[in-house]
């Protein structure tokens, strides 16, 4: 992102009052504040792509499996782990969609898009500089902020520029604000991303690095423990924990991470606790999750550890049967 416009994005979020902040759960940034403050390790995150299996979709560290899943993404975004993904549409114009989203007439739309993009640096000027606390505005500025932090921090990939957003993410903030689930879409993206550095080290890394950075840190110990087991103050004191490992760059990082054994792995977090009823992909053999142009998977079967700690048995998988659940273009006529 431009840096300009990311201060000014930065500055609006730390400017929000506590009464903005209340319903930012109804379009999936309940956790803003927290997930906009994480400093990512770019070393870090090039590196792990070294032990990512693309064809079954878990970080192998020798014999051992784990990945990112539905529950843990819900709960790092802090919103609930029920409600259907989001399902892509397709439209003839977002025009009235966005009017009513941002409370801008149509007439007035041009100078906040052109064909295929919104302009952050135009939302970010309406929505922070002349503020106040009516419901619509409220409403309004809620929706503007979500196109934001969806381009910014959780799909960065899907923009032609850094200071762009895509018109479908319209669509997202939509159906969100309806009750679809922000973390399948998050987590789709993520592995897409994951599977295309694998096939091009050198390309940038187009998923939500930060999601992945906070999920990753826990798993192979790089911090220490928060000062509070509970899910709250494991956020608010991510910048400040202890860090234990640390190096300059990405090889390195990737030695290291190669060398992991199952001891050095915290399979289950007593930080943020899942409770076991809302274990929503628990038993499946595979999920299949939905990204903006195409799905992707992953398989609770090979990652029983991470649900309850106990050692298992890595289940075998024939290659051609793993190839068959490669992410797969969407059909949208």
């Not at 999936?28 to 990512?40: D, E, F, H, K, T």
């Amino acid at each position: 992102m431009a840096q300009v416009s990311n201060n000014s994005l930065l500055r609006w979020i730390d400017g929000l009052e506590n009464v903005e902040f209340i319903n930012l759960g109804i379009v999936g940034i309940q956790n803003l504040r927290n997930i906009a403050s994480v400093r990512v390790d770019w070393g870090l995150i090039r590196a792990v792509v070294s032990v990512w299996d693309r064809n079954v979709h878990v970080f192998r560290f020798g014999m051992q499996e784990l990945c990112p899943t539905h529950e843990d993404i819900c709960t790092m975004l802090c919103i609930f782990h029920d409600g259907p993904m989001f399902k892509p549409t397709l439209k003839d114009g977002y025009d009235k969609a966005m009017s009513h989203l941002i409370g801008v007439p149509k007439k007035s739309l041009s100078h906040y898009r052109d064909s295929s993009s919104i302009f952050i640096p135009k939302l970010v000027e309406t929505f922070s500089a002349n503020r106040h606390l009516d419901q619509e505005y409220l409403r309004c500025s809620q929706n503007a902020l979500a196109l934001c932090v969806y381009s910014v921090f959780l799909f960065p990939g899907r923009s032609k520029s850094s200071d762009l957003i895509p018109l479908y993410f319209i669509d997202l903030v939509d159906q969100v604000r309806k009750g679809a689930n922000l973390a399948p879409t998050v987590l789709a993206e993520l592995f897409d991303s994951l599977d295309t550095a694998c096939l091009f080290p050198q390309s940038d890394f187009m998923g939500s690095s930060v999601i992945l950075y906070v999920w990753l840190v826990d798993r192979v110990r790089i911090l220490g423990p928060p000062p509070v087991s509970r899910p709250s103050p494991w956020m608010r004191s991510f910048n400040t924990r202890e860090v234990l490992v640390s190096f300059d760059d990405p090889f390195s990082w990737a030695i290291w991470l190669q060398g992991h054994k199952s001891t050095d792995i915290e399979w289950t977090l007593p930080w943020p606790p899942i409770p076991s009823a809302v274990l929503a992909t628990f038993g499946h053999n595979c999920i299949r999750i939905m990204g903006f142009k195409s799905t992707s998977f992953y398989l609770p079967q090979r990652i029983l550890r991470q649900y309850y700690g106990a050692q298992y048995h890595i289940p075998t998988m024939d290659v051609t049967v793993a190839d068959s659940f490669r992410p797969e273009p969407l059909n949208t006529s």
